[in-house]
């Protein structure tokens, strides 16, 4: 009698079929949901921001984010942000949020009680999104850049908590030319 190859030749068939359904799955998924991170370096200046008048001047230390809805790279940070808002905001930081004219989005819930700027003086010569600006109680522009350098943005490669804890305490921090390689997206409009 001789064995049948049948059976042998299903279970090749299926495990041949179950690895093209396993490939075009994991296929898929990335497409959609993972971006390739490319080293793009952005060098933030400082020079052009400034307060609006009505926040202008001696007060809280204050927390600027930009950020474009459009942006992949806000996913890094915006649970970072959360986490910022939820130690800083109790001791007196106050956290404000700038969207790219023109964009269309909103924060997670998380975020919703950043108050709202329409627009900051010299906003729109930034290099990048996401950026964060920070002024000290005195009104001085203290730190312009990024939240951190690298893919993902969380408190143990963050910038921004050495400088909130340092102007917390009242030392003064002067860091509003900063250079990182990160996941940025642009933020002026190319002039093509």
Known sequence: MRPSHRPTLLACFLALGCAVMLWFAYDWFQGRFLRAFSQHTAVFSG??????????????IRLVHFWDPACPCNVGNQQHLS??????????????????????????????????????????????????AIWDRSGKLAYFGPYSEGLTCNSSNSFIEPILEALSVGRAVDATHTMAVGCYCPWAESSK
Request: proline share 14%; no cysteine; glycine share 10%.
């Open 47 to 60: 020079d052009p921001l400034s307060l609006p008048a009505d926040l202008a001047g001696p007060g809280a």
């Open 83 to 132: 986490e910022l808002v939820d130690k800083y905001a109790p001791q007196g930081v106050e956290f404000y949020t700038v969207q790219k004219t023109g964009s269309q989005g909103r924060l997670p819930a998380t975020l919703s009680n950043l108050k709202t700027l329409p627009a900051l003086p010299g906003s729109s010569q930034i290099p990048a999104s996401p950026a964060v």
